[in-house]
């Protein structure tokens, strides 16, 4: 049996006076002064529903077995207030309830989750173990790596090894750049992890794996750290990362045509990351296709990446003021853009301008690969910046 005590601000109330007195409250003929004067409460007016004794319920508090309680809502019919226990205070379809027994069990569950990713965490790291042993994997020939996998890895490691030369860490992060843009570091990582040249080192991050049927097969090649699957040529380890980290600038002298390549990728890639900045910078949107890579692409062809600076820098000013004066949207603006790129670059050459180059951008910092083939490679230093990619390297 359950017992209801009365607020002590109505207890001297009869239950027929109180049935009364929450019949007039609800019906609404009477203010609530008016009644609190008449049945003699002595409180706030905006107090009385609150002193009212809460409605019993037929369905019972799933932890204490009572019947449920439920305080009266105020005669302008506006009610949020939900079932409750008398006993232990539950409330019943609160997101958060307070009360012991639910406290109790979000702790468990809690503890169950805590337990249960533990153990996929172990499974995962297993299964990372599993697939990527070293064990597993057949050495590469040093002396089988092709031009474009020697200077990535000096990109690389350069940036990435660690100084017990066991463990390159995860490209995000870097404080220097591999390339100028992400495409062409993703090319420069996939050159190396398609071959197994580097492989994802079995400590690197869970969550570098992508999860599913497949894990952990399917990984984000900027966010694991790799291992060097590499056998040394003269079976000295030490020796080979000294040669990987500074290649050997004879090995590309006669290979004219790849080198010629190389030059054209770093190029392209530093005219884009100049681009990409510029038209982020003054609020335009772009996102730069095919369309505009035959465009730079052609243009490369006549002038250096410092006279595109120019002319990008020039176009998006023209761009600016025609933005201003025709209010065109932004994603307009930056197709624009291209166009006059492409229109300027055109008509200089037809008219023989002579198009003064850009210094490098404060903000964009030359890059490792790009440090490595015009100043070791190469052996042009910032030339490799001011003249167009040439076949004909010499200074």
């Known amino acids: 049996m359950l017992t209801i005590k009365l607020h002590p601000a109505i207890k001297h109330l009869s239950e027929t006076q109180l049935e009364e007195l929450m019949a007039e409250y609800y019906d609404g003929d009477y203010t609530v002064t008016i009644l609190m004067k008449k049945f003699k409460i002595k409180a706030h007016s905006s107090q009385l529903v609150s002193f009212f004794p809460p409605l019993v319920l037929e369905e019972e508090s799933e932890y204490c077995k009572k019947p449920l309680l439920k305080n009266r809502p105020s005669r302008t019919g506006y009610s949020s207030l939900q079932p409750f226990c008398p006993v232990c205070n539950h409330v019943v379809g609160q997101s958060y309830c307070r009360c012991q027994n639910c406290q109790k069990e979000y702790v468990d569950q809690k503890l169950h989750q805590a337990e249960k990713e533990s153990i996929q965490t172990e499974e995962k ?11 597993l994997f057949q050495k ?4 089988n790596l092709t031009l474009f996998q020697r200077i990535s890895l000096a990109a690389l490691l350069r940036l ?12 995000i992060g870097y404080l220097k750049k591999l390339t100028p843009e992400p495409d062409l570091s993703g ?3 996939l050159a190396l992890t398609k071959t197994n ?28 750290s790799y291992y060097l699957n590499l056998a040394p040529e ?8 000294k040669r990987l980290m500074m290649p050997d600038p004879t090995l590309y002298n006669e290979k004219k045509d790849i080198c010629f390549g190389i030059w054209k990728e770093i190029a392209m890639s530093e005219v884009l990351e100049y681009l990409n900045y510029s038209i982020e910078k003054i609020g335009f949107e772009l996102n730069p296709g095919k369309k505009t890579m035959a465009i730079i692409t052609s243009l490369l062809e ?12 020039r176009s998006i000013a023209n761009t600016a003021k025609y933005y201003q004066e025709n209010k065109i949207t932004r994603k307009h603006a930056g197709n624009m853009v291209v166009t006059h790129i492409q229109r300027y670059g055109e008509r200089a050459k037809a008219e023989g301008w002579e198009i003064k180059g850009f ?10 690969i790009s440090e490595i083939f015009f100043n070791r490679i190469l052996n042009i230093g910032s030339l490799g910046f001011e003249m167009p990619p040439t076949k004909d390297r010499k200074k």
């Not at 590469?140 to 002396?143: A, D, P």
């Not at 990435?160 to 490209?171: A, S």
């Not at 991050?205 to 984000?220: H, L, N, W």
């Not at 003269?234 to 990362?241: I, P, V, W, Y």
């Open 187 to 189: 090319a420069l990582l």
């Open 234 to 241: 003269d079976g000295d380890t030490a020796a080979m990362f």
């Open 125 to 135: 790291r297993l299964a990372i173990k599993k697939a990527y042993d070293p064990n």
């Open 197 to 224: 040249i580097i492989i994802p080192d079995i400590h690197s991050s869970i969550d570098a794996f992508e999860d599913g049927d497949q894990f952990p097969t399917s990984f984000r090649i900027f966010y694991v």
């Open 160 to 171: 990435g090894l660690d100084e017990e030369g066991k463990v390159i860490h995860p490209p």
């Open 359 to 368: 210094s490098c951008n404060y903000n964009l910092p030359q890059t490792v």
């Open 140 to 143: 590469v020939e040093e002396q």
């Open 302 to 313: 006549d002038y250096s990446v410092s006279q595109l600076y120019s002319i990008i820098y």
